[in-house]
């Protein structure tokens, strides 16, 4: 019913930024939360930041000052700026989305993205 795509991971050397997008795809008829997460392997999936539908955010005490979370709703789209990349921020990154389903009778559900790899090299 609903789609996310993240693009935007890669290799980067430590100090370096990156830019994760999120598009959501679908029968959307509303978004509530959306968030990045991200994963190692061996360990759980961590939260990295979260925004809401009226653009609150919370982070991560490791990504704060260094991340910044931001969406556009026309596009139903999340970003993911991260700057000052550390070797520790190697991690596969998920987003995801609160979605409101546009079914004849309407239903949220959190969707995952399939993932993206971020790399940074020390």
């Known amino acids: 019913q609903v789609q996310l795509v993240e693009s935007g991971g890669g290799l980067v050397q430590a100090g370096g930024s990156l830019r994760l997008s999120c598009a959501a795809s679908?029968?959307?008829?509303?978004?509530?939360?959306m968030g990045w997460y991200r994963q190692t392997p061996g360990k759980q999936r961590e939260l990295v930041a979260t925004?809401?539908?009226?653009?609150?955010?919370n982070y991560a005490d490791s990504v704060k000052g260094r991340f910044t979370i931001s969406r556009d709703n026309a596009k139903n789209t999340v970003y993911l700026q991260m700057n000052s990349l550390k070797p520790e921020d190697t991690a596969v990154y998920y987003c995801?989305?609160?979605?409101?389903?546009?079914?004849?009778?309407?239903?949220?559900?959190?969707?995952w993205g399939q993932g993206t790899q971020v790399t940074v090299s020390s």
């Open positions: 679908g029968r959307i008829s509303n978004i509530n939360a």
């Open positions: 925004i809401s539908s009226d653009s609150s955010t």
């Open positions: 995801n989305a609160d979605v409101v389903v546009a079914t004849i009778v309407p239903y949220e559900y959190a969707y």
